[in-house]
């Protein structure tokens, strides 16, 4: 693996000198940068050469699991489907980022399609942070595909951070949830410059008391566009709750679009937006503490982007 | 300690809301300013802290001018402020509040200390987000936890520190205001109405319509109030207004 990659790697996950403690596999300009399964989660290539099944055995416990993704180099278009087979009653720890570094002039891309089946009662934490850098004039472009399933008692958690560099990002997650089933989605964007990011969110509640909680927390600087769409649908007693919310600085712009739907006389459905700019008497609270107005215009957005 | 001049202040041209605050606040003494509403009181608070730039007079701390110095500059300077209304911050938790107003990270008793003087209990605050899930009374505590956090603080202006807070935790924060009378090196401003303030106060000052209707020790001007009380009329009325 190269510098570019390793540097990469530690900017999107938690890799150190010593590399990862668990299950992982690295991906690197499309092709494979390392692999390691453990005896309870198992990552096998599929045999088609169209990615990866990682495999957890049922009642694995306290695993971490390591899938990042990273581009170093124009002219790659990489795509890849990666399947998560969790077994019931495991709890896991999912870190799947992807990194692009571009000194080109051609763009980079990579699509990865992740599709998650949680088994019966299972519990997973997944995180993914997307980082785009480099000085080429080639794009950077990261289009993530998340599809779930969750059985029943099943919780996913779900991080996703895109803290800017990546010049366009369609970001697509659907969901199935079964009975009792939860989901909760936290995610950050910032954009700057002209980069462009759209995210849709399509959830089926289709289990009786199955949850869902969206949480976006976006921030448009520059000339940057953001679109957010998210559509949760109550298809039997549960509850649905979606927030977006977005700060807008310089000439950033915000299309929130979000959608619910009820099928069922029990469902609970929520939705609540709020686009604007930074308040300005945060920013004189914080100056009252003695931070500068930079300083505590970047302490409000660090803490609306982390909460 | 903290001194005002012939302090004014106008948002705009021919509306004049400070209309001349000559004002002494020494340091080691709890001074309340009183009156009525729209009367200026937190006008004042906002130009001593520099969230206003005054039109006319001087502001100095320890001798030395802040007239000119902007917000951040008079908060280094040590002059501390907790609003009237404080704002909410939507993923800024408690913790990250009182850090920053620390100047960096707080050790736990610490903040355990400083929760307490302000009548809430730290593991179920501290991690939570200083946005609208919290009450208008925690919210205030908050804040004013967020002054006494502060580091090196001179000045100390708390405006209607009372509002929204309940009862058994009011009294915690007079008691707080007593522990800070004793470090000699600060002097506090505090907004307020309330009786139980007004009776701790060291010095009291009366503002009516932009002036300082009559100012002097809380001992001399407690029962000029209460007079006013008594006899059901407005307590400023029939106080001192030969200094108009």
């Known amino acids: 693996m190269d510098k570019l990659t390793e540097n990469l790697l530690k900017a999107i996950s938690d890799y150190t000198e010593g590399g990862y403690t668990g299950a992982y596999n690295i991906r690197e300009n499309a092709g494979c940068g390392g692999r390691q399964s453990t005896e309870n989660i198992e990552i096998v290539g599929k045999e088609d050469g169209s990615g990866i099944d990682i495999i957890i055995k049922p009642g694995t416990k306290d695993e971490n699991v390591f899938i990042p993704a990273c581009v170093t180099k124009g002219n790659v278009h990489d795509l890849v489907y990666n399947d998560f087979h969790i077994g019931e009653g495991s709890d896991v720890r999912i870190i799947a980022g992807c990194g692009i ?35 080429g004039s080639g794009e950077k472009r990261i289009d993530p595909v998340t599809h779930l399933e969750l059985e029943e008692d099943a919780v996913l958690e779900m991080i996703t951070i895109q803290l800017g560099g990546v010049d366009k990002s369609t970001r697509t997650t659907t969901g199935v949830l079964k009975d009792r089933a939860k989901l909760l989605i936290h995610e950050s964007l910032m954009t700057a410059g002209e980069e462009y990011v759209m995210t849709d969110f399509d959830v089926d509640m289709d289990g009786e008391d199955s949850k869902v909680d969206i949480v976006s927390r976006s921030v448009a600087r520059g000339n940057s566009y953001q679109e957010y769409h998210s559509k949760i649908k109550g298809n039997n007693r549960c509850t649905g709750h979606s927030e977006c919310d977005a700060i807008l600085m310089e000439k950033g712009r915000v299309n929130a679009a979000p959608e619910l739907y009820a099928g069922h006389l029990d469902a609970e459905l929520i939705h609540e ?35 | 300690m903290l001194t005002l001049k012939n302090v004014r202040w106008s948002p705009e041209a021919g509306h004049e809301v400070l209309k001349g605050i000559d004002l002494e606040i020494p340091a080691g003494q709890l001074t309340v300013v009183t009156g009525p509403n729209g009367g200026g009181k937190t006008s004042l608070a906002k130009v001593i802290a520099g969230l206003n730039q005054i039109t006319e007079g001087s502001i100095l701390v320890d001798g030395e001018d802040i007239t000119e110095k902007d917000i951040t500059e008079r908060a280094k300077m040590g002059v501390s402020y907790a609003f009237q209304q404080p704002v909410r911050f939507k993923g800024v938790t408690v913790k990250d509040m009182l850090d920053m107003a620390a100047g960096g990270e707080i050790p736990d008793d610490e903040v355990c200390t400083v929760m307490a003087k302000v009548g ?18 925690e919210i205030k505590r908050i804040e004013i936890a967020s002054v006494l956090t502060r580091r090196g603080s001179k000045v100390l202006i708390f405006d209607e520190p009372e509002a929204g807070i309940d009862l058994w935790s009011f009294t915690g924060l007079i008691e707080a205001f007593e522990e800070l009378k004793k470090e000699k090196d600060k002097a506090i401003l505090v907004i307020s109405h309330q009786e139980r303030l007004l009776e701790i106060a060291d010095q009291i000052a009366v503002i009516v319509e932009g002036r300082v209707r009559i100012a002097g020790p809380g001992k001399e001007i407690m029962p000029q109030l209460m007079a006013g009380e008594k006899y059901g009329t407005c307590p400023v009325e029939a106080m001192g207004k030969e200094m108009l």
């Open chain 2, 120 to 137: 809430l209990c730290t593991k179920d605050y501290i991690d939570r987000e200083i946005d609208a899930s919290l009450s208008g009374g």
């Open chain 1, 101 to 135: 570094h571009n000194d080109d002039e051609e763009e980079a891309v990579h699509n990865g399609i992740h599709r998650f089946f949680l088994g019966k009662g299972s519990h997973v934490v997944y995180e993914e942070k997307h980082l785009g850098e480099g000085t």
């Open chain 1, 273 to 307: 937006a709020a686009i604007g700019k930074v308040a300005g008497e945060q920013i004189l609270k914080l100056r009252t503490l003695g931070l500068t107005e930079e300083e505590a215009e970047k302490a409000i957005i660090d803490g609306f982007l982390k909460g």
